[in-house]
């Protein structure tokens, strides 16, 4: 077992006594594709979720698609038939077009199966962020995720 999957593992285990059972990964020290490979070889799926959205909502009208991406989450989520699920490519969770807050969809999301999510952006002072301050699509958390962030 690598030390990506003895981490992974054994955050797994420790989100199963949390109310919300994800885990941010923020990748500094690891490349994608070996965080990646080492997701794939403990036999968790692995969702672009960027990718899927925009199948499911592109025929939608613009005003109906934030209501949408929950729902097209939530099915995701139930369909895949292990008890956590990885999540990949999340950038389109921050377009406006959407409204959406990521981590409290995240939160609604993590009822009986653990999520895990490849943050995009960096976590820093106890917050995770997304973009710089000046760009349309920031995003910062506040500081109650602390325990739900690894970096790895």
Known sequence: MSDIQAILSSEIDASKAK???MIFIV???VSLNQLRGSIDHM???IVNVGLLLSEKIRQLPPERRPLEVGKVLRTLVIQKNK???FLDHIEYLFDRELKQNPIRLFENLSGNKTII???PGTFE???LKYATPEH???YQSDNSYEN???EI
Do not use: F, L, Q
């Open 148 to 150: 739900y962030v690894v």
């Open 19 to 21: 109310r919300n059972k």
């Open 27 to 29: 990748a500094k020290d």
């Open 83 to 85: 008890d956590e699920i």
């Open 43 to 45: 036999k968790i799926p």
């Open 125 to 127: 002072n106890g917050t």
């Open 117 to 119: 999510i490849r943050w």
């Open 136 to 138: 349309h699509e920031y």
